[in-house]
C-alpha cells in the first residue's frame, strides 16, 4: 500500500466514493457532486497551496482518498480526512495511509499540528486515530447533520513533538 498525489484520472474514482450517503456521512458532507463539478475543483484546486489531495493505491488499484486540508502555513496546521472504498475496508489500509499522510505533513510541510473531527460513535475510526497518538482535545455539542440528526463529534489533535516519540 502506498499514497500518491491525486491525478485527474482518479476522478471517476473519487466520484463514485463522493456519492455514497454512508461513505460521506463520515465526511458530514453531502453525498452529492457531479463528474462535471468534480472536474472543475480539481482544475480551480490544482495549484492550491492550502491543500494536499493523495490517493490510497493497494495492490495497483484505488483503495481510497487521504487529505490534508485548510493547510495553515502560520500556525502550521491542518485537517486531516481518509475515505476507504468498501472492498477494501477492515484490512488496516486507513492506519497506513494516516500514518504516511501525518508523516508528509509534519516531515515534507513541517507542520506543527494536524487535527480532525470525527463522529462520536465511530468507534473504530476513534480507535484507530487514538493508536496514531490523536488526543481527543473535545466534543463539539451537535456539529454535524448526517441522515436526519445532528452529531456530535470529537476535535482531535497530534502535535509533532508527540508524533516522533
Known sequence: MYIR??????????????????IMAYWFEEPY?????????????????????????????????IELVEINYIHRNCEIQVIIKEDYQGKGLAQKAMEQGINYAFQILNLHKIYLYVDIENKGA???????????????????????????????????RNWNQ
Not at 498525489?5 to 450517503?21: V, W
Not at 463528474?35 to 475543483?41: A, I, P
Open 5 to 22: 498525489a491525486l491525478e485527474e484520472d482518479d476522478l471517476l474514482d473519487i466520484h463514485k466514493l463522493n456519492n455514497r450517503l454512508h
Open 33 to 65: 457532486e457531479s463528474l462535471s463539478e468534480l472536474k472543475s475543483l480539481y482544475l480551480k484546486h490544482i495549484y492550491d497551496e492550502s491543500e494536499r489531495r493523495f490517493v490510497i493505491i493497494e495492490n495497483k488499484s484505488f483503495a481510497g482518498v
Open 126 to 160: 476513534i480507535h484507530i486515530y487514538q493508536k496514531l497518538g490523536f488526543q481527543i482535545e473535545g466534543t463539539m455539542i451537535e456539529q454535524f447533520y448526517m441522515k436526519g440528526e445532528y452529531r456530535d463529534s470529537y476535535f482531535m489533535g497530534l502535535l509533532k
